[in-house]
């Protein structure tokens, strides 16, 4: 069942948008002329992606670096730790981040649904089906 989740000049090149239509969060993409409809929610951890990157097809998670390919919305990489620079933390901090990486290590990171998009004329229509 298609149904428009946006305006086709709501979302620029290379930009992203979150939508919501009939309970379900997408994040559009428009990558390279073409529009493309992904989960909302990071196959990590649930973060926003619309909150990430996107750089060509690849959008980077914000939360913990995970990265997706939005036109099959397959999982290519596990989190990546952050770079915070060689100021060393307290060593407290860094038994807590240890910690962090240990439980995370734990939790894998799954694809992402993918919706197919058409346009008709100025609307973006997904099948949420």
Known sequence: MYAEVAKTDSIA???MIA?????KELVLCN???KVYAIDRRCGHMNAPLEKGT???YILTCPMHNSQFDITTGEALSTPVPRDFGDEPFP????KYFQYLGTLMSEIKTCDLKTYPVKIDGDSILADIG
């Open 13 to 15: 090149p290379g930009g």
């Open 19 to 23: 939508v919501e239509v009939s309970g």
């Open 31 to 33: 990558y390279d002329g």
């Open 54 to 56: 996107l750089e060509g």
């Open 91 to 94: 060593e407290s901090l860094q």
